[in-house]
């Protein structure tokens, strides 16, 4: 099965522009979704599709693809934006079960 | 609103099962997948599988093919995770994950149940 590869720790200053990045061969056939996770909660889904976002999630958090590399962008982060990130798509093997990146610890400077 | 409220914790022995159940509220529950995604102390996200409400079938990960079984109850909108022969790196926070719609696609794990912590023990 494929797997996608995250790097494990991004900072950013406060206000600034971060992208958090993801690899993978099945972001060729497929789009990736991604989902912030802070301490003791679920996930939250913040971008899914070609550049999605679901109501209530801040139009600072982007999403775009290209390759095997899927990216999410937040424009002018904020303090709350520090969390985990994780992002996920179909796998392009066998019967397209879903895969999730290792995950990217955001830190809000 | 899309509510889904998973079952309390749980502690088992090793070689034990345990049973995870994850109440839908808000829409229709067999109109939409169903996703289990598993999350061990300070690791990331594992997708285990997922189930057709409507149907009963399932889709596991291969990593869980023949320990896990996917079901529903569709009179009480609930679905329900079960792992056998539980070790101890099986203890983790078990999610319940709304999927895509059936018919027609859309979008995967939108709404989440609150987590369920299965704690493997002996």
């Known amino acids: 099965s494929s797997e996608l590869t995250q790097d494990p720790a991004v900072s950013v200053a406060l206000g600034q522009t971060v992208r958090i990045t993801c690899q993978g061969d099945s972001l060729r056939s497929y789009y990736a979704s991604w989902y912030q996770q802070k301490p003791g909660q679920a996930p939250v889904l913040v971008i899914y599709?070609?550049?999605n976002r679901p109501s209530g999630i801040p139009d600072r958090f982007s999403g775009s693809s290209s390759g095997n590399t899927a990216s999410l962008t937040i424009t002018g982060a904020q303090a709350e934006d520090e969390a985990d990130y994780y992002c996920n798509s179909r796998d392009s093997s066998g019967n397209h079960p879903w895969v999730f990146g290792g995950g990217t610890k955001l830190t809000v400077l | 609103q899309v509510q889904l409220v998973q079952s309390g914790a749980e502690v088992k022995k090793p070689g034990a099962s345990v049973k995870v159940s994850c109440k839908a509220s808000g829409y229709t529950f067999t109109g939409y997948y169903m996703h289990w995604v598993r999350q061990a102390p300070g690791q990331g996200l594992e997708w285990m599988g997922w189930i057709n409400p409507n149907s009963g079938g399932t889709n596991y990960a291969q990593k869980f093919q023949g320990w896990v079984t996917m079901t529903r109850d569709t009179s009480i909108s609930t679905a329900y995770m079960e792992l056998s022969r539980l070790r101890s790196d099986d203890t983790a926070v078990y999610y319940c994950a709304r999927g895509a719609a059936i018919r027609w696609g859309g979008r995967d794990f939108d709404y989440w149940g609150q987590g369920t912590l299965v704690t493997v023990s002996s």
């Open positions: 599709g070609k550049n």
